[in-house]
């Protein structure tokens, strides 16, 4: 079975600094990799997805993602945070081919400091 | 274009009620749906999911149950709350054959009392 880590409860970062939400997976074959963002009492936005090819995977509101097959990572990256870039990110695994949705990892709250 | 409407919003209930959630989806046919549930703001717990009407897989045995009596709507239910059902929950659908992403609607928070 699929499993998905985010070691981090909690990343603090100043303003204007790089940021980076750690993820690992642990996933026997080639997994569909997804980040997602989720603001107070809503739902889910879909941030940015790795499927094959380049392993830095480019997203929504300037995220970036890099993929390390011999780590198992998938660590979501930013140059520079905003303030607005607070909120509650989750990391996925889809082994592809079925309907059974996504598995999560716990959630990194991200908090940017002003 | 594709969107997702989940409600109540907002719900509040006694111990022991019974529950009803409602989520369609408009602007695709055939999609595939799914309810998870969050605790206390946190990780995502799948629920249930469906490829198709009538057709409802059970992640993990609860109190709660699930239908699809059409193509676009997907429905949450249970005959008596607990505490436990408190939650956050989330509707969402993919399309079938894609490279999995789900889109989400924007959740309904149950509250048992």
């Known amino acids: 079975a699929q499993s998905v880590a985010q070691p981090e409860d909690q990343v603090n970062v100043a303003e204007g600094n790089p940021l980076t939400v750690k993820c690992t997976y642990s996933v026997s074959g080639n997994p569909y990799l997804f980040w997602y963002v989720q603001y107070p009492n809503r739902g889910l936005q879909f941030l940015l997805k790795y499927i094959t090819g380049d392993n830095l995977v480019k997203g929504s509101y300037g995220f970036e993602a890099e993929f390390n097959k011999s780590q198992t990572s998938f660590h979501l990256k930013k140059p520079s945070a905003l303030v607005s870039d607070s909120a509650l990110y989750f990391c996925?695994?889809?082994?592809?081919?079925?309907?059974?949705?996504?598995?999560f990892g716990k959630g990194t709250h991200l908090i940017i400091q002003p | 274009s594709q969107t997702i409407h989940q409600w109540p919003a907002t719900l509040v209930q006694p111990v022991g009620s019974p529950l009803s959630l409602e989520c369609t989806v408009e602007?695709?046919?055939?999609?595939?749906l799914y309810w998870y549930r969050q605790a206390a703001g946190r990780g995502l717990q799948l629920l249930f999911y469906s490829v198709g009407i009538g057709q409802i897989s059970s992640e993990v045995p609860q109190n709660l149950s699930a239908s699809r009596p059409q193509d676009r709507q997907f429905i949450l239910s249970s005959k008596k709350l607990l505490l436990s059902d408190s939650g956050f929950y989330l509707c969402?659908?993919?399309?079938?054959?894609?490279?999995?992403?789900?889109?989400f609607g924007e959740g309904s928070r149950l509250t048992v009392l």
């Open positions: 996925a695994v889809w082994m592809g081919g079925g309907a059974d949705g996504l598995t």
């Open positions: 602007g695709t046919s055939n999609p595939n």
């Open positions: 969402a659908w993919s399309v079938l054959g894609n490279t999995g992403e789900l889109f």
